[in-house]
């Protein structure tokens, strides 16, 4: 795939996998995602993911993309933008929302997760 498309094997800083298999002309992608780490106790399963990126001439496309986790309850949302260095490496640099399910909606305040993460070509 072109530099900085989204096509193919990813892994990032906690080890984790992310395979973008198949993406349209209009930017749309999906694929699966291998967590390393969980909140749950739950056995971790690969889980569906679907997202777009933009797709005019920009050589540093901006994404964004769902997990929907096989395993639990919860929902990812990541947002962030392919980057290549003068080497040629891609990075994708990301932030993501984790939203676990609570059982309450008082607790709903402590349902969000925020957090970094980057992830280069596996
Ligand atoms: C890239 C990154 O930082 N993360 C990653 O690769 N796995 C963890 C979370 C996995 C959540 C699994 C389902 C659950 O525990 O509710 S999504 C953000 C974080």
Redesign the pocket.
């Known amino acids: 795939p072109p530099q900085c498309s989204l096509l193919g094997l990813w892994q990032?800083?906690?080890g984790?996998e992310m395979n973008i298999s198949a993406g349209n002309n209009a930017g749309k992608f999906f694929g699966t995602?291998l967590?390393?780490?969980?909140?749950?106790h739950k056995p971790?399963a690969v889980s569906p993911l679907r997202g777009s990126q933009q797709m005019g001439n920009v050589k540093q496309p901006t994404f964004g993309f769902t997990?929907t986790?096989s395993?639990?309850d919860?929902t990812?949302v990541?947002v962030g933008q392919c980057f290549v260095d003068d080497k040629g490496k891609e990075t994708l640099q990301?932030m993501?929302l984790?939203r676990?399910k609570v059982d309450s909606i008082e607790d709903n305040w402590q349902a969000t997760?925020v957090?970094t993460?980057n992830f280069t070509r596996l």
């Open positions: 990032n800083d906690l984790s995602y967590t390393k780490v969980s909140a749950t971790i997990v986790w395993f639990t919860s990812t990541f990301t993501w984790l676990k997760l957090g993460n």
